[in-house]
């Protein structure tokens, strides 16, 4: 077996036992897990995560087919993208079950406003009322799948898209939220915020396709003005330097 494959393989059995064993996490942050029991795979890698606890929050959106950028912070460089964790235990809009695809995107100062361009659109789900937190695979099955530097971020879309970022069915909003956003550091610790925009309501909802822009101003689709916090949170793994 090729050195490359069996690190594929290494990667695999480690994400597989952080899910056995409830991600050993409560929050996330920088978290290592080279101190826990956990054997040769798991110590091989570091826990991170990015975006704001899946909390109880106040609504969701009732509007279908929005994109949601956590812009409070930046994912490490070489993240390799496991999962995304989120909480969707009320219903604004009175939909009991919903649609989610993650996403990856590349943040670039603009003239005035930082410019989000979607770089790997993920896998996507039907997701259903709990009252507990959920999570789904981060699995980018077009595009980048990992962080090159400290400049990309992630996201989703209410909506299942095919491979050409186009929604095929649209949902109401399937993650709580809080507006404005909520104080305080987000998962990933001290520098980063619980800040998130989304996109203002379109009709057709905005299309996702590989080097698609969002901003404030200036792209192909702009955000509503107010920062909001979703419950929601990536998870991925850092291989040992």
């Not at 991600?23 to 990015?50: H, K, Q």
């Not at 929050?57 to 993208?81: C, E, F, K, W």
Request: aromatic residues 10%; glycine residues 12%.
């Amino acid at each position: 077996m090729s050195s490359t494959n069996r690190k594929n393989m290494q990667f695999r059995k480690a994400i597989v036992l952080f899910c056995s064993m409830g991600w050993l996490i409560t929050a996330f942050g920088s978290s290592a897990l080279a101190d826990a029991d956990t054997g040769d795979s798991a110590a091989s890698y570091t826990l991170v995560g990015e975006g704001s606890t899946p909390t109880p929050r106040s609504q969701t959106d009732r509007s279908s087919g929005l994109v949601m950028i956590y812009v409070g912070g930046s994912l490490p460089a070489g993240t390799n993208l496991a999962a995304l964790q989120y909480l969707f235990d009320i219903t604004t809009a009175g939909n009991t079950t919903g649609y989610i695809t993650p996403l990856l995107f590349e943040r670039k100062p603009g003239t005035t406003y930082s410019v989000y361009t979607v770089v790997g659109i993920g896998k996507g789900f039907e997701v259903a009322l709990n009252s507990a937190s959920q999570t789904i695979p981060f699995e980018v099955i077009e595009g980048l799948k990992v962080p090159a530097n400290g400049h990309f971020t992630f996201g989703f879309v209410n909506a299942i898209v095919n491979l050409s970022g186009v929604p095929v069915t649209t949902s109401e909003g399937a993650v709580d939220f809080d507006e404005p956003a909520d104080s305080g550091a987000g998962v990933g610790g001290t520098g980063t915020t619980n800040d998130w925009a989304v996109s203002n309501t379109y009709s057709p909802s905005p299309v996702v396709a590989l080097g698609t822009t969002f901003s404030v101003s200036g792209a192909d689709y702009d955000f509503f003005l107010a920062s909001r916090t979703y419950s929601a949170r990536a998870i991925g793994a850092l291989p040992a330097q």
